[in-house]
């Protein structure tokens, strides 16, 4: 039952997608849908005593549907269209009459889904004048009178209720695009700033090391090649899902780094010269996608920042496995934190932040043990229910 709904729920959404990119045909058939309602009555048998449904009470009918093709173009212009060409087939025809007004109540719901509040106050104007003359036209009876005044008023009332459904879904579509935006920056500084730090101390390094130890420069030439091409190789990852958003049937988007990268990037990190080292404590267990790559951008930052600012020769990342969340910790031995300043207080420190509360989870920075170097903890908590994802190598 709940994948039927899913399904429906999913129909109705690409339904709704493919109406907002077609008005026009929309109110083409809204202005279709009406027509048969208003024809239904010329086609039922009449009253012997009442005079005979012709072509053209028909086609006057027909004039005040056609100005609803345009009722998003034109709110209030084509509710007095209907509203003229409804009085025009009372006062001139005595054709069949319409259990419900059909054209009046889609005018009046269009112009107050669509148009700005002066003209809502014109509308309600001009309805407290038609509807009491249409009445006086037909029945003039106190019953058609209500009748006419709840149906009007409850078409105002769901073209409001659609206006504000309208705005609650584009401001929520404006914070998911502010979400989005956030998270490709975090992305963007935390691949650039990784890589160009790493390249900037092996780029430093090779002179000495050209003096010193040739072979040695090789090796540090090595590494800046290979932390290049892999931090082009995850802008264009990135990309590539932005770019094969809006393109069907684009290529396969290869999957965000995660727990079973974390080797590689210690080995990288191990290339500039600094002693990294890795533990993991517990029992690991398989974390959603989503999760590993929140550890290794978070790990990817600190050691970032161990790199530019600490002047350490150690680093340690430890992952600690508990019965239901994962705390990550990055200490190293160098400078610690500056009086009165954050170590990479500008973007890094708050994207991990932000990456962390956005899975529930929490991240303190600070000295290290024994108030030695800087450290960062990063507490994440874990799905109780088995997930098919990956595992900490």
């Known amino acids: ?51 005979p449904a012709t072509w053209g009470a028909y086609g006057l009918s027909t004039l005040a549907v056609l100005p609803l093709v345009w009722r998003r173009r034109a709110p209030l212009a084509v509710l007095c269209a209907v509203l003229a060409a409804s009085a025009l087939y009372r006062l001139t025809l005595d054709g069949p009459g319409q259990p419900l007004p059909y054209t009046g109540l889609v005018a009046v719901y269009t112009v107050a889904a669509l148009s700005p ?22 029945t003039r009876s106190a019953r058609e009178l209500t009748f006419s005044w709840f149906v009007f008023a409850a078409a105002y009332v769901f073209g409001r209720l659609t206006d504000a459904r309208q705005r609650a879904h584009r401001v929520e579509a404006e914070r998911a695009a502010a979400r989005e935006r956030a998270r490709i920056a975090r992305e963007m500084h935390d691949i650039l700033s990784h890589a160009v730090s790493l390249m900037i101390v092996q780029a430093e390094a090779g002179p000495v090391a050209v003096r010193a130890a040739p072979e040695r420069a090789e090796a540090a030439f090595d590494a800046i090649s290979a932390t290049g091409r892999d931090a082009m190789a995850q802008l264009r990852r990135m990309l590539g899902v932005l770019r ?45 996608d989503g999760v590993g790559a929140t550890v290794y951008r978070i790990v990817q930052e600190a050691l970032t920042n161990t790199v530019r600012h600490a002047g350490a020769r150690t680093v340690t990342v430890e992952l600690d ?73």
Not at 13 to 25: F, N
């Open 244 to 288: 094969d958003g809006d393109e069907p049937g684009g290529s396969a988007r290869a999957p965000q780094p995660g727990l079973a990268q974390l080797p590689a990037l210690l080995d990288r990190v191990r290339d500039s010269g600094l002693d990294a080292r890795y533990r993991a404590t517990g029992r690991a267990r398989p974390v959603p």
């Open 1 to 51: 039952m709940t994948g039927i709904r899913g399904r429906l729920r999913d129909a109705w959404e690409r339904g709704r997608q493919r109406a907002a990119a077609r008005p026009l045909l929309v109110d083409l058939g809204i202005a279709l849908l009406v027509q048969g309602a208003m024809t239904m009555p010329f086609l039922v048998p009449r009253d012997p005593a009442l005079p």
């Open 117 to 138: 509040a002066p003209r809502r106050l014109l509308t309600g104007l001009l309805l407290l004048v038609a509807v009491p003359a249409g009445v006086w036209l037909n």
């Open 321 to 393: 496995w508990r019965s239901e969340e994962l705390e990550i910790r990055v200490t190293d031995d160098g400078c610690g934190p500056r009086p009165g300043a954050q170590r990479g207080g500008g973007h890094g420190l708050v994207g991990m932040r932000e990456r962390a509360a956005a899975h529930g989870g929490t991240a303190a920075t600070g000295a290290g043990p024994d108030g030695r170097g800087f450290g960062v903890r990063v507490r994440l908590p874990l799905p109780l229910a088995p997930v098919a994802a990956e595992v900490a190598g």
